[in-house]
């Protein structure tokens, strides 16, 4: 089995300015390629789980995304740091249109997205950990069994309401991959 290190995208990979979609409004979070070249070399495979209701919402297409993806999965390895897989939710259970308006299990704070990968990559979620932003990352990763759950301080206030290690910069968030 093994072990992977979940990422949410928007907050977490690149600074959220709301609906991302381009390269050029994608900006990287100090420290993510330093944090994710320490969790290759610890042996975690990385992974993206991201909801992107901007595709259901109509503000860009799912191309759009997969091109951006491709772009992003590219300036990884140029930093030496494989990106094993991404997977995104495109519904939205009110402002969805058209097939994307749906209440589905992969929309996080469901877990349905961790949970295909795990069964995709053979990886043992026990052993594995995520790190988001939201509630609804660390709801998403306590529901599908992972344990090691971070979340980075930003505009959202959990209230303490699940368990996580809280830390206010990704950067310190390495303290927590062993």
Same mark, same amino acid.
């Given at each position: 089995?093994?072990?992977? *290190? ?8 690149? $600074? ?9 409004? =994608?900006?990287?979070?100090?420290? $993510? =390629?330093?944090?994710?070249?320490? %969790?290759?070399?610890?042996?975690? *495979? ?16 799912? !191309? ?11 300036? =990884?390895? %140029? ?10 939710? +495109? ?11 749906? %209440?589905? !299990?992969?929309?996080? +704070?469901? +877990? ?11 990886? #043992?979620?026990?052993?594995?950990? =995520? ?10 990763? !306590? ?7 971070? *979340?980075?301080?930003?505009?959202? #206030?959990?209230? !303490?309401?699940?368990? %996580?290690?809280?830390?206010?910069? *990704?950067? #310190?968030?390495?303290?927590?991959? #062993?």
């Amino acid at each position: 089995m093994n072990k992977a *290190l979940f990422l949410d995208r928007d907050g977490i990979i690149n $600074i959220d300015h709301g609906y991302v979609y381009q390269q050029e409004t =994608f900006e990287f979070v100090d420290g $993510i =390629f330093e944090l994710c070249a320490d %969790a290759i070399a610890k042996g975690y *495979l990385l992974i993206v789980i991201t909801n992107q209701s901007g595709i259901g919402r109509g503000r860009y297409s799912e !191309q759009d995304f997969l091109a951006l993806t491709h772009w992003m999965k590219k300036q =990884f390895r %140029a930093k030496n740091c494989v990106i094993t897989d991404v997977y995104f939710c +495109p519904h939205h259970p009110t402002k969805g249109k058209g097939e994307y308006l749906q %209440a589905c !299990q992969c929309r996080k +704070p469901e +877990p349905g997205m961790i949970l295909k990968a795990s069964n995709e990559h053979k990886i #043992d979620l026990k052993q594995s950990i =995520f790190i988001g932003d939201k509630i609804s990352d660390m709801q998403a990763a !306590q529901a599908a069994g992972i344990h090691n759950r971070i *979340l980075v301080a930003s505009k959202y #206030d959990d209230h !303490q309401q699940i368990k %996580a290690h809280r830390v206010s910069e *990704l950067a #310190d968030a390495r303290a927590f991959i #062993d």
